[in-house]
């Protein structure tokens, strides 16, 4: 779902409406694409993410009882997260990479040193695929 933001604004030659796309930004949502399946593997408590984005205001009470009613597993929570930070009306990328770098400081590192590589070792902070350093 894309949300719009309807400005109107008024010139010497009348009122010029302007539409324009609050959503993520595409690169943030290329960003997440390339990342994804290293957020599954890699992020093993989600609800130590979720609550760091409840906590800076990026979700809600209501957001996270949907996570926890609709997914079973950390994947399927981290997934559904994603899904639903993308569809937000507004760009909460930078929220979730605060979250991500105070729960997985590791795992912040290597998504933007490795462009979403291979799952992390934690206890090593390398990825875990030999062919990826």
């Known amino acids: 779902m894309t949300w719009w933001l309807q400005r109107t604004s008024a010139s010497s030659a009348g009122k010029a409406t302007e539409l324009r796309e609050i959503a993520m ?6 960003l997440l694409d390339q990342c994804h399946q290293n957020l599954l593997e890699s992020i093993t408590d989600a609800d130590r993410v979720i609550e760091l984005l409840i906590v800076s205001g990026t979700l809600s009470q209501l957001d996270r009882f949907e996570l926890d009613q609709n997914c079973s597993s950390s994947a399927e929570k981290v997934d559904h997260l994603l899904k639903m930070l993308m569809n937000k009306e507004s760009d909460h990328f930078l929220d979730l990479c605060v979250a991500l770098e105070k729960a997985y400081p590791d795992l ?22 030999t062919n990826i350093s």
Do not use: M, R
């Open 25 to 30: 930004e595409p690169k943030h949502k290329e």
């Open 108 to 129: 912040y590192t290597a998504l933007f040193s490795n462009n979403g590589g291979g799952p992390l070792d934690h206890s090593t902070g390398k990825s875990l695929d």
